[in-house]
Each structure stands twice: as C-alpha cells, then as structure tokens.
C-alpha cells in the first residue's frame, strides 16, 4: 500500500540541508567565543576559557578589568569616576568625541537629580550648578545637545512618579547601559580593535540575511532557529542551570582579582548570553 502524504517520511528542506552541510571547525568557534569574552569585557570567564580551551589570550586581563571598571562605575551611577577612569586610560577618547562626552555628562547630571529630588525637600542646587558649568556652556555647539539638555532639566519640574514617556526613559537602568556600550566601543576603537564581537557581528549579519530573503519571497523554511535556546520540554531545568552558571561567573576570580561581577550586577545580563 502506497504512503498517504500524511505518512510519508518527510524530506529536508534544501535550505536546512545545506546548513547542515556547513561544519564550522573546533577552533574557530572557541575564537568566536574568546573574541566576545574580550570584547564585552568578562576577563574571569575568558581566562577560564582560555584554560579549558587550551587557548591563548589575544590581550592582557588588566586591560579588560579596566574597561570592566568604567562599565561597573556606569552601572552604579557614578559617572564621575567613570569619567575619570576613562581619561587615565586616554583622554583622547573624550576629547575627540564630543557626543559622547556630552552623554556622559548629561547622564552624572540625571544622576544628580535622581539625588536631589529623592526627598520632598531635596536640594536641586547641586544639579543646576553642574548644568550651568559643563553642559550649558556645551550646548550651543550641537541643537541635539541643547534639546537633551532642555528634556534633562525638565526632570526637575515634574514629578517623578508622573512622567512622560520620554522623561522617564532618563531615569531608567538602560540610560546607564546604552552610555556604558557606547563608551566600551570608544575604547576599543582606540585601541585599534573591533569595537563590536565578531559573534555578535555574525548575529546581525544572519537576521539581515534571512529578512533579505523573506523580503526577495526566497523558498527558506519558515521558522530558522539559531540553537540558542531549546525548545525541549525540559527547558527550563536548562534556564536553572544557565541561572546557576550565570552565579558561578559571577564568583568566578581570574589570576589578578578581577570578577566578573558586572555580568549579573541588578539583573543586567548580556542579552547574547542570556
């Protein structure tokens, strides 16, 4: 008796067939994998993956730990510092970026009234002082930071627990971490490398591919799945065990002391990683 469509053992797709063909070695994998350890700054994790890998370290851990530092300052609201450490590692990374400067600024300043308007009777000097010496003076030279300027100081006027859109967005968590990418990626670019994982590159690289293909109505399979997450049942006993070797790397201490601490820091885990 012949097969119904329904019982048929189902081909694959040519497209799925060809992906399957395609064997990316050992080792370049672990490269990839070194590659973003570095580049977003986990020296403890990559010192470790070197070891297990059996793999060399393309740079020295301190100057990850050092880039991990400013990321860390940022985190916590202390751009002073963070500014600081930046301009002992190379002033010229401020100096020829004024944008990012500004932003860094602009973000001690919200940080300043986040301070000064936690209580009823808060004093907002201290923040219109700051905007009057660093920012202001910076303004004129760029519409877009005078119109920052304007939205940041407009904290000091509305509630905070009544704001629009926005203004609140100044005082979310992620002003901190969208600051503290732009200013890892200044440092790398003046070291003269990448500024962005080779891996993460890659990422983009595969959605810009297929959204090109669905646009060009290509015969690829519905759904492409990365293997980055599974789909079996027990995926979450697999979340819980990503959870516990997420607080192993957070305890995890590389040859000069530097932990990797930033990478769970109030629930602040690297989207690729997560």
Not at 27 to 35: C, G, K, S
Not at 71 to 79: D, F, V
Not at 104 to 130: K, M
Request: hydrophobic share 35%; with cysteine; glycine share 4%.
């Amino acid at each position: 008796m012949s097969r119904t469509p329904s019982t048929t053992t189902p081909t694959w797709h040519q497209f799925e067939r060809k992906v399957d063909e395609v064997k990316p070695s050992k080792t370049d994998i672990n490269y990839l994998v070194m590659d973003y350890l570095i580049t977003n700054g986990y020296p403890a994790a990559a010192n470790k993956f070197a070891a297990e890998a059996n793999i060399q370290l393309s740079t020295d851990l301190e100057s990850i730990q050092e880039r991990v530092e400013i990321r860390t300052a940022i985190h916590s609201g202390n751009i002073q510092a963070a500014i600081e450490k930046i301009n002992e590692l190379n002033p010229q990374i401020l100096d020829e970026n004024p944008s990012l400067h500004f932003s860094l600024l602009r973000l001690q300043l919200v940080e300043l009234i986040r301070s000064c308007t936690s209580t009823p009777d808060g004093d907002i000097s201290p923040a219109l002082e700051f905007a009057t010496s660093q920012l202001a003076p910076r303004a004129p030279t760029n519409p877009q930071f005078l119109e920052d300027l304007e939205r940041t100081l407009a904290l000091l006027i509305f509630p905070s627990d009544n704001l629009a859109p926005s203004l609140a967005a100044l005082l979310d968590p992620g002003l901190r971490k969208d600051i503290a990418t732009r200013v890892n990626e200044a440092i790398l670019q003046s070291q003269g490398v990448n500024k962005e994982a080779r891996l993460r590159n890659l990422v983009k690289l595969r959605a810009f591919a297929e959204n090109k293909a669905r646009d060009a109505k290509k015969d690829i399979p519905e759904k492409l799945d990365l293997g980055l997450v599974s789909d079996a049942p027990d995926a979450s006993s697999g979340n819980q065990n990503s959870s516990s070797n997420s607080n192993s790397n957070e305890n995890s201490t590389s040859q000069n002391g530097a932990s990797d601490t930033v990478m769970t820091t109030n629930g602040d885990i690297d989207p690729m990683i997560s």
